[in-house]
């Protein structure tokens, strides 16, 4: 079972979306960095589910060199050092760092994606036009392969 470690992006989403539990029931216990937990939860208490996790691993001249916002870097160091990883991410240019270092990456509509095939939604496409609503951008083929990977016109 891999370990999921997440940048800010996917659990405000999520949280937007009123879909928390949701993300609970697809990622289990979710790590995040100082950097993320000051962004998504400031001083209140993280769900018990979101577990704050200290990154030891010194950023890399990758990290250093990429426009990367604070809990990108901490995220993606985090997940540098935990072996079976997956990095719940959005950003392409963060995406794309993670990537070039080895790291499995997950966003926001990949997550709703398997949340459709697990039954965990009844459909997609009103979750990708409330993503939408709430000016999360999606390119119209991410929109379009996302449906077609649920076999939804």
Do not use: K
Not at 1 to 14: E, H, T, Y
Not at 74 to 98: G, H, K, V
Not at 100 to 125: F, K, M, S, W
């Amino acid at each position: 079972m891999s370990v999921f470690v997440a940048n800010a992006s996917p659990l405000i989403v999520f949280r937007q979306l009123g879909q928390e539990p949701l993300l609970h029931t697809l990622v289990g216990t979710v790590l995040i960095p100082p950097a993320v937990l000051r962004e998504v939860f400031h001083s209140t208490p993280p769900p018990v589910w979101v577990e704050p996790r200290a990154h030891t691993q010194l950023p890399s001249s990758v990290l250093l060199s990429a426009r990367l916002g604070a809990g990108e870097r901490e995220a993606i160091s985090l997940a540098l050092q935990i072996s079976d990883c997956t990095l719940l991410l959005d950003d392409l240019a963060a995406r794309r760092t993670a990537q070039t270092l080895g790291i499995a990456v997950l966003g926001t509509v990949g997550l709703l994606v398997q949340a459709r095939h697990r039954g965990l939604l009844e459909r997609l496409q009103p979750e990708l036009d409330n993503l939408l609503r709430y000016g999360f951008r999606i390119s119209p083929a991410i929109y379009q392969a996302a449906l077609t990977q649920v076999h939804e016109p």
